[in-house]
Nanobody, 123 residues
């Protein structure tokens, strides 16, 4: 069982930056792939970024490549999402999720989810 808790959301102006954190419980965190997803009002959840359990691979949605960076610290059971050059259309609730071993861009393949953190980007 893994429990996840996001933090770091807030209100930021367009072009600004935020760093989201996701703290995980459980001794097997280092064997879990981690992902970030977001859901804008009235829209479906979408993939943002993912990282393998070993940090060997990172994956991004095309829309965030070059602006967002996912990382993790297995010693701290935490995964991060550094978001730069934010755009108003990226407003939404950001969720972290985990699944054993294999990374995926499909949210339905993740077993555990956090409660989400609100990110609001003003124009």
């Amino acid at each position: 069982q893994v429990q996840l808790g996001e933090s770091g959301g807030g209100l930021v102006q367009a072009g600004g930056s935020l760093r989201l954190s996701c703290a995980a419980s459980g001794r097997t965190f280092s064997t879990y792939a981690m992902g970030w997803f977001r859901q804008a009002p009235g829209k479906e959840r979408e993939f943002v970024a993912a990282i393998t359990w070993s940090c060997a691979g990172t994956y991004y949605a095309d829309s965030v490549k070059g602006r967002f960076t996912i990382s993790r610290d297995n010693a701290k059971n935490t995964v991060y999402l550094q978001m730069n050059s934010l755009k108003p259309e990226e407003t939404g609730v950001y969720y972290c999720a985990s699944r054993p071993w294999l990374v995926s861009r499909d949210g339905d393949e993740y077993n555990y989810w956090g409660q989400g953190t609100q990110v609001t980007v003003s124009s």
